[in-house]
């Protein structure tokens, strides 16, 4: 009986102890303060514009910055001149073999924005396949990672496939396919989206997002050490805001769609289509973004091989208070 009353009376505390650290972490801050907040319009980075509605409960104002292109975004918050901003799994990695320590990755955001795309009425049923193909790449890009590890798990060496790199934007892998230059685009939404509901093209049976040495991830969302060092609270506001708006857009796929569509400048049919096949996750897969590192060192994007080093880049702190998991459940060894 006692050790009952003593199981139960520990499990009471432990709640108490849970529900007052989530209370804390969601009171607006004494003081407000503001963040400069990298945006792209990509689908998966879109509910982010609901950002300064959810973080402005906690007295932190959103200031949003665009950017064209990770790699931009990237560099601006190296340097300081934003706070926030999600990027590519790849990008820290890409930042710390560059000789930058300033990056700090807070959260994952989920998998499947990177797609292949094939002509309609054609397929592209298993990995041996490719290599009979013409397949348009960008190489460096975090859909070409994922590319050349299904590959070698396929036991397909990348040297023999016929590659043919794509210069530009999303739009000239489309028209690569339409003209028949190439047989399957290595590309990201909205673009795979847009030859669908075009009618010219369709998803191929293979599936690079299922790589086992690199994932499906899409994106880190990541800050910059000083304004952390600075203003943790705020950042733990920002995150907790952050998990929240993952959860909305997840059972509002809607609503997340008309956000990208308007924002991007699209159909509400090619946003739902870039959409469709997006998991958003929080979960920060630490030893998946390691394997990316090496992947790309391996095949001679960096010089180096900086896996080791990331530990000191990822922080697991303010995704743990604002899910009340563990840095194990939250993907640090997945």
């Not at 009353?5 to 972490?25: E, F, G």
Request: charged letters at 20%; aromatic letters at 6%.
């Amino acid at each position: 009986m006692k050790r009952s009353m003593l199981a139960v009376l520990i499990l009471v505390l432990a709640v108490s102890t849970s529900l007052a650290q989530d209370d804390a972490i969601r009171k607006p801050l004494a003081a407000p303060v503001k963040a400069k907040v990298g945006m792209l319009n990509v689908p998966a980075l879109s509910p982010l514009w609901l950002l300064g509605d959810y973080a402005g409960k906690y007295n932190v104002t959103i200031e949003n910055v665009m950017f064209q292109r990770f790699a931009d975004a990237r560099t601006a918050l190296a340097s300081g001149d934003i706070d926030l901003a999600a990027f590519g799994p790849q990008d820290i990695t890409l930042a710390v073999a560059q000789g930058a320590r300033s990056l700090v990755g807070v959260a994952g955001l989920g998998s499947g924005n990177d797609c292949l795309i094939v002509r309609k009425g054609e397929d592209i049923k298993g990995w041996r396949e490719v290599a009979t193909k013409r397949v348009g790449v960008g190489a460096g890009s975090i859909s070409w990672v994922k590319f050349a590890a299904s590959l070698q798990e396929g036991g397909i060496e990348y040297g023999k496939v016929k590659v043919i790199n794509i210069v530009g934007g999303g739009a000239n892998y489309l028209k690569a396919i339409q003209g028949k230059e190439i047989d399957m685009a290595v590309v990201w939404q909205p673009f795979c989206a847009q030859a669908i509901t075009e009618g010219f093209g369709q998803y191929p049976t293979i599936d690079h997002n299922k790589s086992r040495t690199v994932g499906g991830h899409i994106a880190v969302l990541a800050v910059n050490r000083s304004f952390m060092e600075k203003n943790r609270d705020a950042v733990q506001r920002l995150v907790v805001a952050y998990v929240d708006i993952l959860k909305f857009a997840t059972g509002n796929p809607d609503r997340w769609a008309k956000i990208y569509a308007e924002k991007a400048g699209l159909s509400e049919a090619v946003a739902r289509e870039s959409i469709r096949i997006t998991r958003l996750d929080a979960t920060l897969a630490l030893a998946s973004i390691k394997r990316i590192s090496k992947c790309r060192s391996d095949n001679g994007v960096i010089a180096r091989d900086v896996s080791a080093e990331l530990d000191q880049h990822y922080n697991y702190e303010f995704l743990s208070k604002a899910t009340g998991k563990s840095p194990a459940e939250l993907g640090l060894n997945m």
